[in-house]
């Protein structure tokens, strides 16, 4: 999946891995020729697959030689990403604009793309369902519950510590 300013745009025929993105996400890409991606401003690559197939892609010399930060973000979502772009670049940005101090902040998150923004917040939460690396960082873990209502259990939590 290849994030652009015109929205969000594949050239894969996997049906599968085209569904499985839509149902995840809520979005689903367009498809476009190899020459339309070329043309693009693109802003993040996320390769969807199994987790077989993703498993090698971080010590990948082709993906090394890119020379852009990566994460995998689900088992079935390996991410590119630009330079210095995270989740917290741009929660520092918002919160700039609103005047608002990281220390006044909670975030929520998953899995290993939330770790900058636990580190950059003033509170984090992981969810329970979480991958280890997002519960080892975040300070408080969210109550368990269920995937579905995980994010509202986590938010009850923090609003009964407050």
Same mark, same amino acid.
């Given at each position: 999946?290849?994030?652009?300013?015109?929205?969000?745009?594949?050239?894969t025929?996997?049906?599968?891995?085209?569904?499985?993105?839509?149902? +995840?996400?809520?979005?689903?890409? &367009?498809?476009?020729?190899?020459? !339309? @991606?070329? $043309?693009?401003?693109?802003?993040?690559?996320?390769?969807?697959g199994?987790?077989?197939?993703?498993?090698?892609?971080?010590?990948?010399i082709?993906?090394a030689?890119?020379?852009?930060?990566?994460?995998?973000?689900?088992?079935?979502?390996?991410?590119? +990403?630009?330079?210095?772009?995270? &989740?917290?670049?741009?929660?520092? !940005? @918002?919160? $700039?604009?609103?005047?608002?101090?990281?220390?006044?902040?909670?975030?929520?998150?998953?899995?290993?793309?939330?770790?900058?923004?636990?580190?950059?917040?003033?509170?984090?939460?992981?969810?329970?369902?979480?991958?280890?690396?997002?519960?080892?960082?975040a300070?408080?873990v969210?109550?368990?519950?269920?995937?579905?209502?995980?994010?509202?259990?986590?938010?009850?939590?923090?609003?009964?510590?407050?």
């Open positions: 999946m290849y994030y652009t300013p015109e929205g969000i745009w594949t050239s025929a996997s049906v599968q891995d085209l569904e499985f993105y839509t149902r +995840l996400t809520g979005l689903t890409p &367009k498809t476009v020729d190899e020459a !339309t @991606l070329r $043309q693009a401003q693109i802003h993040k690559i996320v390769w969807v199994s987790p077989q197939a993703l498993e090698g892609l971080s010590a990948d082709r993906v030689r890119l020379e852009l930060p990566f994460v995998r973000s689900h088992d079935r979502l390996f991410e590119l +990403l630009p330079i210095g772009v995270t &989740k917290a670049s741009g929660l520092q !940005t @918002l919160a $700039q604009h609103l005047g608002v101090r990281a220390e006044q902040t909670v975030v929520f998150g998953d899995a290993d793309n939330d770790l900058p923004m636990f580190e950059w917040a003033g509170e984090s939460v992981a969810m329970p369902h979480g991958t280890t690396a997002a519960r080892k960082s300070r408080w969210g109550p368990r519950s269920s995937p579905q209502e995980a994010f509202a259990c986590a938010v009850d939590f923090v609003l009964s510590r407050a």
